[in-house]
């Protein structure tokens, strides 16, 4: 299962005192020492985090891949024909909101969804829809013609009891099995740590997570290196594999 090493919360500090430290061209090239197999960064329209000249940097220096998570408008898709990277993971966007609020509707806007998933497959970018773990989204998700999902985590993360949090590990697991099925490439990701990752790793359907907060939290106390370390290795015992 693959590590996706979510940024944006390096630009997080750096912007809390518009300081140029610290530099998450720096934390991109430490994730990949460390074991991320992929560098996310979320270039939002508001700039809260990522800025555009961070999402450059990081494309030109990483040596493995670059998902960049964005909303679906046209200054976006423009962004990433410029930037290039191998991954482009569509998110909702609310200007209020904390962090990203459930999944992507596709369903209720299929046509603009296929439109730019098509501009963005024709420059050679791989597209990843954010969607919930339901299967309508699922099934528009193939339709529109994504060759990827990455299924929203979040009511699973934050589930207040034992009782929900198996109902909505059960709704992931169903839904990767379903898009598995219809030839999808599955990821997941939001909310995850090192306390609630394992049954989700467990899911086999589910092929790569990406994470952020958490490991840039974690961090501050292990060094971004060791929290990486930490929770690639709570990964591979999960799937039973050798470290
Ligand atoms: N995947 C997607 C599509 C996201 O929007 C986010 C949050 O930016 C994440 C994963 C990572 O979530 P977290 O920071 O909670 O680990």
Request: charge should be negative.
């Amino acid at each position: 299962m693959l590590l996706g090493v979510n940024i944006d919360h390096v630009a997080t500090l750096r912007n809390a005192r518009q300081t140029p430290y610290p530099s998450p061209l720096q934390a991109a090239l430490m994730a990949e020492t460390y074991g991320a197999d992929l560098i996310t960064m979320h270039l939002r329209e508001d700039r809260r985090h990522i800025h555009d000249h961070d999402v450059f940097a990081v494309k030109a220096a990483i040596s493995t891949r670059l998902n960049l998570e964005m909303a679906l408008t046209p200054e976006m898709l423009d962004n990433a024909l410029q930037v290039q990277p191998a991954d482009v993971c569509i998110v909702p966007e609310k200007r209020q909101e904390l962090t990203t609020e459930g999944g992507l509707d596709i369903l209720h806007q299929q046509d603009k969804v296929a439109a730019y998933t098509e501009k963005l497959q024709a420059a050679g970018i791989r597209v990843s829809l954010f969607i919930d773990a339901d299967n309508q989204q699922i099934q528009a998700a193939h339709d529109v013609g994504a060759s990827v999902i990455e299924l929203h985590t979040g009511a699973y993360a934050d589930a207040p009891n034992k009782t929900m949090r198996t109902q909505e590990l059960l709704r992931i697991e169903e839904a990767a099995n379903q898009a598995s099925e219809l030839g999808l490439i599955v990821n997941a990701g939001h909310g995850l740590n090192i306390h609630n990752v394992t049954p989700i790793v467990k899911i086999l359907a589910i092929n790569e997570l990406n994470i952020g907060h958490a490991l840039i939290a974690q961090s501050v106390f292990l060094g971004l290196g060791e929290a990486i370390r930490q929770m690639k290795d709570i990964m591979f015992r999960a799937r039973s594999l050798p470290y």
